[in-house]
């Protein structure tokens, strides 16, 4: 077993393998940005590095700057988490040069599922699904008109080097197509520095389910059930479920069969996700596979009582899967929401800032993932998860109940945050009979609040912002340099404990 | 101490006054007894009556939330006594100023000085967070003066352009 992993990444999933690296007895080197010296991830570390600026390019995609603090701190392996250097054959390829284990799978592997055309035909023999469309990069904008015509609008737009939305476009109309290929290309280039852009037939209103697979480096592979990752918002995921509502046992079984020879077909090591779309009549097609631990992977862990991420170590130090696929069930019933900094007011736009108090839920069923902490400044460089919330219950309807109270107690003062959608989200007929699909979201964002009017709660409210107000003026008396009283956002926050208890008894 | 509190765009009078460690609160005409413990800092635990509530307050910018449990209330409060709040309330009129809404980099300026712009229409283009947000216009008017140039840091509140 490893005796030292280093963690080439930050946020809620740095913390997240540092906890697995703790839980087995393995050092953790942690690597932080300029801005992120105070982050969690270098608050609970054992080592931590500082690799430069803010800017991704400078620090955390960095691979010389990243492999010199595997080799100054001693690191026998590094985990890439999500995101960043995980899916980069570039990385994994000199982690190994490098004498240093990746613990994902190996360039060979990413390089045959992130090119594609190879892959592609040996997984179109092993008689995987596939939506139509190119399996390789767009040379030209004659090429994708071309391509399009051929096999009809709506076309998507996608990064070769993809993931999480970006550099991801509809088209609905030859006119459209021209803009959206030049702007999936920069943003591409912006987030992966690869501008590589395919084109595939548009799959109106799907599902999006993806299969979670674990292969050790003896040839074993396993499929683990699936996510229900249908609501998403701009193609970015924003709750997900396992299993999902849609997927019986036996459909199940044949999707997890085809992710296992998808995982296969590359010649596939450690853990990976299979994403398919399906449609209306549950057919299925092959999406694309991640090379990675998904964001989404605890509700996996919760519905089948494995670690991921200790699973993910074990493989990498070479030893076998502790299971066969007989062994693995399915039990309860698992979401996730996705804690973005974002105002729910101004249409998600992010919203870093410094978090001024954070009340976090506990109790039956509920986990949470965070990389966020009482008087910590988000910053304004990264991707705007802070953390992860998951509810597990025996069945989907405990899960919802629990997750709607757990959302209740959970607080984040400072800045603003999207708890709020989560709560409109649980409550929502269509969601509560799983009637799921892409659009879901944008149309429920579009249809304006049906507010319940609770009178009493708004009385309450109202009695409170007076109770404010006066806890403000009597703290803020004393210094009071405004001519008259405003709003309590303009007393500034002098607070100080004893006297404003004193104030309120 | 009299205010008016607006909570979701309804409008009430507000009546509070501390004796003997109680609030006697009068809330649009009706009595209450408030009993209320702050926990620490923005989290009020009250009870009115013998009904126990938490409420959280989340102040972002100029933005009051109010959360009793798990549900949103957009707040206002204005002490109707101060001149300064009157006079802001009822400003509708004139030149609007468009602020930043969270900070980040200004990427593009979608205006220029003079230009005539719709309500809604695109002002400057910001990224934080890896992700571009249109910033629009709030009303249909002019551009008198753009504040900020392109690759600009900005703060949230800070001003980037006036339309009038």
């Known amino acids: 077993m490893f005796k030292k992993i280093l963690i080439a990444n930050r946020g809620e999933i740095a913390v997240r393998v540092l906890r697995a690296c703790h839980e087995m007895g393995i050092v953790a080197v942690v690597v932080y940005s300029d801005v992120d010296r105070a982050a969690l991830h270098v608050r609970k570390a054992d080592e931590a590095y500082p690799i430069g600026p803010a800017a991704a390019s400078e620090s955390y995609l960095n691979i010389s700057k990243i492999l010199d603090v595997a080799r100054r701190s001693g690191a026998d392996a590094i985990h890439p988490g999500y995101g960043f250097l995980s899916e980069n054959a570039k990385f994994a390829q000199a982690c190994a040069d490098a004498g240093v284990k990746f613990i994902g799978p190996t360039a060979a592997a990413m ?171 549950k057919n299925f097609y092959f999406l694309e596979m991640n090379t990675r631990l998904q964001v989404e992977h605890p509700v996996t862990e919760l519905i089948t ?61 509920i986990r949470r993932d965070s990389g966020m902490y009482e008087g910590w400044t988000v910053p304004i460089d990264y991707d705007p998860l802070l953390a992860k919330l998951i509810g597990y219950g025996t069945d989907r309807d405990q899960a919802i109940s629990r997750l709607t109270r757990a959302l209740s107690e959970y607080f984040v003062g400072g800045i603003k945050t999207n708890i709020s959608l989560f709560r409109r989200i649980l409550r929502d007929p269509d969601f509560r009979a799983a009637k799921l699909d892409t659009g879901f979201l944008d149309r429920m964002l579009k249809r304006s609040e049906d507010k319940a009017v609770d009178a009493k709660a708004a009385e309450v409210a109202a009695i409170a912002a007076g109770l404010f107000a006066e806890i403000s003026a009597s703290t803020a008396g004393a210094s009071n340099d405004e001519g008259g009283r405003g709003t309590i956002s303009e007393f500034s926050s002098h607070w100080k404990s004893a006297s404003r208890r004193e104030a309120l008894r | 101490m009299l205010y008016d509190v607006t909570i979701d765009g309804k409008n009430y009078r507000l009546d509070l006054n501390r ?36 409420v959280k307050l989340e102040r972002v910018g100029n933005d009051l939330h109010l959360w009793v449990g798990s549900t949103r209330f957009a707040a206002e409060v204005r002490d109707p006594r101060s001149l300064r709040s009157r006079i802001r309330a009822g400003d509708d009129h004139g030149p609007k100023k468009i602020v930043a809404p969270m900070p980040g980099k200004v990427v593009r300026l979608l205006v220029r000085d003079g230009d005539k712009v719709e309500q809604g229409a695109g002002v400057a283009v910001v990224e934080a967070m890896k992700m571009q947000n249109e910033i629009k216009s709030p009303k249909k008017g002019s551009v008198q003066k753009i504040l900020v140039t392109e690759g600009a840091a900005v703060n949230a509140g800070d001003v980037l352009a006036i339309i009038e």
Not at chain 1, 316 to 341: S, T, W
Not at chain 2, 20 to 37: F, I, K, S, T
Request: glycine fraction near 8%; charge should be negative; aromatic fraction near 6%.
């Open chain 1, 305 to 365: 009582g494995l670690d991921l991420v200790h699973l993910q170590i074990r493989i990498a130090a070479g030893e076998k899967l502790p299971f066969a696929q007989k062994d693995v069930h399915i039990r309860g019933h698992a979401i996730e929401c996705r804690i973005y900094a974002e105002d729910p007011d101004n249409n998600y736009f992010p919203s870093p800032g410094k978090i001024t108090l954070l009340l976090a839920p506990s109790g039956p069923g």
């Open chain 1, 111 to 281: 390089n045959a599922m992130g090119s594609k055309t190879r892959a592609r035909q040996a997984m179109e023999k092993a008689g995987v699904p596939f939506v139509p469309g190119t399996s390789r990069g767009l040379e030209s904008f004659v090429e994708a008109r071309q391509v399009a015509e051929r096999i009809g609008y709506p076309v998507m737009l996608k990064a070769a080097a993809g993931g999480g939305g970006k550099g991801m476009r509809l088209v609905q109309t030859p006119e459209e197509l021209k803009s959206s290929l030049e702007a999936a290309r920069s943003e591409a280039e912006r987030s992966f520095g690869d501008s590589e852009v395919y084109i595939e037939k548009a799959i109106i209103n799907p599902r999006h389910v993806e299969m979670q697979v674990l292969a050790d480096e003896h040839g074993n592979t396993v499929y683990l059930g699936e996510r229900e990752c249908s609501l998403q918002r701009r193609h970015q995921k924003v709750m997900e479920e396992a299993p999902s509502p849609v997927v019986d046992p036996e459909m199940r079984r044949r999707m997890g069969e085809v992710a296992v020879r998808v995982a296969q077909a590359a010649e596939y090591t450690n853990a990976g996700t299979v994403e398919f779309l399906v449609d209306q009549q």
């Open chain 2, 19 to 54: 004796a003997e460690g109680r609030w006697h609160c009068r809330l649009n005409g009706q009595e209450l007894e408030v009993d209320a413990v702050l926990t620490r800092k923005d989290v009020l635990s009250l009870r009115i009556g013998n009904l126990a509530y938490e």
